[in-house]
């Protein structure tokens, strides 16, 4: 009995293990393709430009603070009714569903932020 759990636990894992790795890299992807159409014009392909020439670089950012910042834009009414980089950046995140935001926030908090995820 304990023979067949053994097999069942390890046929699981080996058969979960790529699924979750596809899953990962199909996000990432997505956060790839949302980055490149929608931030890259801005905050240069490898977040190494200041948005305006007044934004912070992605990669002076930590990423708790990279999350921090992508979900005021998202939730601020002030912010999204501002105008300047505040109110372009509020527009670009209420165009995303809750998915496109989570990956493209784990894109760029695992390619840009001081502290790579």
């Known amino acids: 009995m304990k023979s067949i759990f053994l097999k069942i636990v390890f046929t699981c894992t080996v058969i979960a293990m790529p699924c979750s790795s596809f899953a990962q890299e199909a996000e990432d992807d ?4 949302i980055f490149s159409k929608k931030c890259s014009g801005c905050h240069g392909k ?3 430009t200041a948005a305006f020439g007044i934004s912070r670089k992605l990669v002076e950012i930590s990423a708790s603070e990279m999350g921090e910042r992508l979900s005021l834009f998202s939730t601020d009414k002030n912010l999204q009714n501002a105008g300047g980089v505040s109110g372009v950046m509020s527009k670009q ?5 809750k998915q496109e935001f989570e990956s ?4 760029i908090k695992q390619n840009f932020a001081t502290d790579k995820q």
Do not use: P
């Not at 997505?30 to 393709?33: A, C, F, I, K, V």
């Not at 493209?104 to 894109?107: A, D, G, P, W």
């Open 30 to 33: 997505t956060g790839r393709q």
């Open 46 to 48: 490898d977040g190494n």
């Open 93 to 97: 995140v209420a165009m995303l569903n």
């Open 104 to 107: 493209v926030l784990l894109y």
